[in-house]
């Protein structure tokens, strides 16, 4: 397709199907899925049966508004089912997991391999007093060991709380504190770019400002994996390669009940405290395993890469839970993609004959900014399906990821869904959706998903609203961790008797659904999910700071940066070296994802006259736009002040 016809093709919303010969070898051939999944009980009914179950379902959903329960008595174990069941047959012996470490180290593990190493990691936990119920902290890199300590919790019963590598040793105390977990897991360091980043030492941060109710932190089991120097505290910490040694390679799996927590992964809210959401083992597991199988087509031969972190929801259940339940060969990629060059990912992808592809429109539009050289220079012939997930993507960038990337032969899955939905909720099926550049199409078969007004009443075609799903899905959140009253206030009280996901979008003519992104107080920084209040609390920590408020705004490569405008207490200088310190002091409070692009320091922000900050405002000269309605504020001149500002910076 020729550059010119491409944009063409865009501005009419021209509609991409898939190769002939990918329809007629697809996994879903029938259109007719769409009207199968509109009998949502008895569709997951049908799909439960995937699984392996000690016990089967006496009832399929209980729905206690807003509490639901799905595999009612039924009994199954999350690890049984990625691991155990596929020694049965022909995949014993076929790799689950290809690892490849930044440094350019490898290592294979087959099904057998991962169960005998889950096994006996779960008897270490298991000799550690680790119960069914009880909760693990996992504060690691991308490395097999991470897989292996997710799946012996499962194993056993326990739920996993997987904290990604990326955060500081605060915002790891919070979660830990939180969760109360009875062991952390880590490692000396970890490789990024060539340096090393000292897990093991942040754990030894947050550890003493954790408050214990309950037995909590008994233990820190280290993985070496950098080599780097660590402190280990007698009686608290074990190296884990000491640990296994000599270790049953035996260990049952807990049946647990399908309403079972599997694990608390901590997400970013409207509020400054993270949200523990709670999936269950059942529900969970039909969600990720049907969905990983019908969205990426997935076949016995295939080998598949999610480039997503184990830290993320992508991680657990596109890298982890939905591939191994489906006897898939997962690639793991431990690093940067541009080391030591910028081809990493193309030579990984030449290496191992990747043939389906799942990252994230932020690292598409920074492949787009390096230039088609690089994919270019190595054979990318083995893809035939590619996946976007984490943000909306742009048509531009849909166009490059099709063109240089699948050679206008790979159908893009642009999958729409969240850390609380826990499964692929709006999804191309593609052998038989046709694709448009941009739009995540349409619901999944057994996901009823609406766009409604302010009063809750669905809008028409053609216009936006809210972004709601109107009926129980298997994968749903379960609730938040401890605080029922907030899973209900913050997902089930906008609308009554719909899940509200924070997301605006649009149906188009043909009900294809466009995401625009966040309505409420979230910031999507490189697919990242940071809320504005946990900067701006981490700002208001800084002595020198009096207020702060923060607004994302549009960014070419990252999609949305952090804008932060923040007033100084009395006495105190404005100047360019505190901008640094201040956006330290958020690395040192969260990490370097929440980092602002952008600093503004004044002596005040603008209020309304009843002293709220008004953010709306904030945003619009974020955004470099005219400013709206400024009738409710208290004092015009502050806002004009920031607008002439920050304009004259451009
Ligand atoms: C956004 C990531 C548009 C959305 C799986 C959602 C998307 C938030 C898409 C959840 C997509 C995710 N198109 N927007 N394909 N995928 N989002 O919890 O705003 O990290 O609410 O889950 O990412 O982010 P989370």
């Known amino acids: 397709m020729t550059e010119e016809r491409s944009a063409r093709s865009l501005e009419e919303k021209e509609m991409f199907f898939p190769p002939k010969e990918f329809s007629s070898n697809a996994v879903i051939q029938n259109s007719e899925i769409h009207e199968l999944g509109q009998d949502r009980n008895e569709f997951w009914n049908e799909q439960g049966k995937r699984l392996d179950w000690f016990k089967s379902w006496d009832t399929i959903l209980e729905w206690n508004y807003p509490f639901a329960k799905w595999y009612v008595g039924g009994k199954l174990n999350a690890a049984y089912n990625c691991l155990d069941r596929h020694l049965k047959g022909a995949r014993r012996n076929k790799a689950a997991l290809i690892f490849e470490g930044e440094q350019g180290d490898r290592r294979v593990f ?40 997710m799946l012996a919790c499962a194993r056993i019963g326990a739920a996993h709380c997987v904290v990604f590598g990326g955060f500081s040793a605060e915002a790891l105390k919070d979660r830990i504190q939180d969760s109360q977990s009875k062991v952390v897991v880590t ?31 008994e233990n ?11 402190d280990m505290i007698e009686g608290r910490d074990i190296w884990y390669h000491e640990a296994v040694e000599n270790v049953s390679i035996v260990c049952p799996a807990e049946a647990m009940e399908a309403d079972d927590m599997l694990f608390i992964l901590y997400t970013s809210g409207t509020t400054g405290k993270p949200k523990g959401v709670v999936h269950t083992v059942g529900g969970y597991m039909v969600g990720v395993s049907t969905t990983h199988e019908w969205v990426f087509d997935l076949k016995e031969e295939d080998v598949y890469w999610c480039t997503a972190d184990v830290g993320w929801i992508t991680g657990h259940s596109y890298l982890v839970y939905g591939p191994l339940s489906n006897g898939a060969t997962v690639v793991m990629y431990e690093g940067a993609p541009d080391y030591p060059e910028k081809d990493r990912y193309w030579k990984i992808v030449e290496k191992y004959r990747v043939t389906i592809l799942y990252t994230a429109p932020t690292a598409i539009r920074t492949f787009m900014k390096w230039g088609e050289s690089y994919p270019s220079g190595r054979d990318l012939s083995s893809l035939r399906l590619l996946g976007s997930v984490g943000e909306p993507i742009n048509p531009e960038a849909w166009m490059w990821y099709y063109k240089h990337i699948g050679r206008e032969q790979c159908p893009i899955v642009d999958t729409w869904w969240q850390t609380e939905t826990g499964m692929i909720m709006m999804t191309p099926l593609p052998g038989i959706t046709p694709l448009k550049p941009g739009s995540c199409t349409i619901p999944f078969p057994g996901v009823h998903i609406e766009i409604v007004d302010h009063a809750g009443d669905p809008v028409p075609k053609g216009k936006s609203g809210y972004l709601v799903v109107r009926e129980p899905w298997p994968a749903m959140l379960k609730t938040v961790y401890g605080d029922d009253k907030r899973y209900e206030d913050t997902y089930w009280s906008q609308f009554k ?106 002596t005040e922000l603008p209020k309304t006259r009843s002293g709220k900050i008004m953010r709306r405002l904030l945003k619009d000269i974020a955004e470099g736009r005219e400013i709206g309605d400024t009738s409710t504020l208290a004092d015009v001149g502050v806002i004009n002040f920031l607008k002439e500002n920050i304009d004259a910076r451009r």
């Open 110 to 149: 087959t099904y057998q391999d991962l169960l005998r190493e889950v096994s006996q990691f779960a008897n270490v936990l298991k000799s550690l007093e680790v119960e069914k119920g009880d909760r693990v902290t996992i504060y690691m890199p991308m490395i097999p060991e991470t897989v292996i300590a």
């Open 187 to 217: 490692t000396d360091g970890s490789y990024r770019r060539g340096n090393s980043i000292p897990l093991k030492a942040n754990v030894d941060r947050a550890l003493p400002s954790v408050t214990c109710i309950n037995n909590c932190v």
């Open 220 to 230: 820190v089991i280290v993985v070496k994996r950098t080599g780097q120097p660590v």
């Open 497 to 602: 008797g719909l899940y509200f996901t924070g997301d605006e979008a649009k149906w188009d003519e043909d009900s294809y659904f466009w995401v625009t992104g966040r309505v409420d107080d979230v910031i999507n920084v490189s697919g990242h999910r940071i809320g504005t209040a946990e900067v701006e609390s981490a700002l208001a920590d800084h002595p020198f700071v009096a207020e702060a408020a923060c607004v994302g705004r549009t960014h070419e490569v990252k999609g949305q940066a952090v804008f932060a405008f923040v007033s100084l207490k009395e006495g105190i200088a404005v100047n360019d070296e505190l901008v640094d310190e201040l956006k330290a002091h958020v690395v040192l409070k969260i990490g370097s994802l929440a980092r602002p692009d952008d600093i503004f320091l004044s």
